[in-house]
């Protein structure tokens, strides 16, 4: 992948700022197609027995049995909500690149429009030509045209794909891009961006869908927040973010348990604290949440 356009996906994505589910989902993988390309050739294409797996969602990125080169197109079932994935991976002695896209297919189809469109489009992907465009690229990387001058070996990751299906309303989707180039850096740039969208609208869920907008019950619920934080961090000298709503961020995934915010190296403390992620229950969310939001609806109305 062109190094310019790799750094570009990491700007967008420390821009962004996403969510983080903890929790691995039971998927059901049907597989439509898959080609395996040997190192010296373009052309060969195996055809897979139909069958279904069942994998947990942390198996979209298992990294066991990788080939030099790899492309698979499959159809992916997610508590029964249909996506596509698109899975390229090329290995040489110049470059690793992986990426995978997994993609609503079902039901509303401006509305998986909308969710790809918010997922790609800083990623100069057209959602109307999404495999021609991997497969171009692919088909690139597989004849050799893919260096430019100068280049040294490096390493490039782009993963998107959903962590839970929720009451299948609600999708949550993690977004992971990174860049590793062993000549220039010490260790990779790497970024986890995370959206949660509404299957039905194709839109993106927002802080203000779900929290009351007072001042008063933002700001208490960032302060407990912020109370969280300093338990991670075992000390408050560590977590130089301040208390208060500015904690109430884009970076959240909820199930029928309680909501989950999930922060950036140095968005609240130092690298060595990772990616710190605080968990707060429904039952102590209830009283700061908009009573005609999606969260109060689900939770406390069903």
């Not at 996506?83 to 039901?107: N, Q, S």
Request: glycine share 4%; hydrophobic share 40%; proline share 3%.
């Amino acid at each position: 992948m062109n190094k310019k356009i790799i750094y570009g996906f990491l700007l967008v994505a420390f821009a962004v700022v996403g969510c983080k589910s903890g929790e691995n989902k039971e998927v059901t993988v049907e597989p439509e197609q898959s080609v395996s390309v040997a190192k010296d050739s373009v052309v060969a294409v195996e055809k897979t027995e139909a069958s279904v797996e069942m994998v947990d969602s942390t198996k979209l990125t298992d990294n066991a049995d990788k080939k030099s080169y790899e492309k698979v197109i499959i159809d992916t079932l997610i508590d029964g909500i249909k996506f596509k994935r698109y899975y390229f991976d090329i290995r040489t002695d110049e470059l690793a690149d992986e990426t995978m896209l997994v993609l609503p297919v079902d039901g509303n189809a401006d509305a998986n429009k909308k969710i790809i469109d918010r997922l790609l489009d800083d990623y100069s992907f057209d959602s109307d030509s999404i495999q021609q465009q991997l497969e171009a690229q692919f088909d690139a990387y597989a004849s050799g045209n893919f260096a430019e001058e100068g280049d040294d070996y490096h390493e490039s990751e782009l993963l998107v794909y959903p962590l839970a299906v929720v009451e299948k309303k609600y999708v949550s989707y993690m977004l992971h891009s990174s860049l590793f180039w062993p000549s220039e850096q010490n260790h990779p740039q790497w970024a986890d961006v995370y959206f949660m969208f509404d299957l039905n609208t194709g839109e993106i869920i927002l802080q203000d869908d779900i929290f009351d907008a007072s001042a008063e019950n933002r700001q208490a619920v960032g302060v407990k927040i912020h109370d969280e934080l300093v338990k991670f961090a075992g000390n408050e000298e560590d977590i130089f973010a301040e208390a208060g709503a500015e904690l109430l961020n884009a970076s959240f995934v909820f199930d029928d348990k309680g909501m989950t915010f999930f922060y950036q190296p140095y968005e609240v403390g130092p690298y060595m604290l990772g990616e710190p992620e605080v968990h707060l229950s429904k039952e102590w969310l209830e009283p700061y949440l908009k009573k005609d939001g999606i969260l109060y609806d689900y939770w406390f109305k069903n």
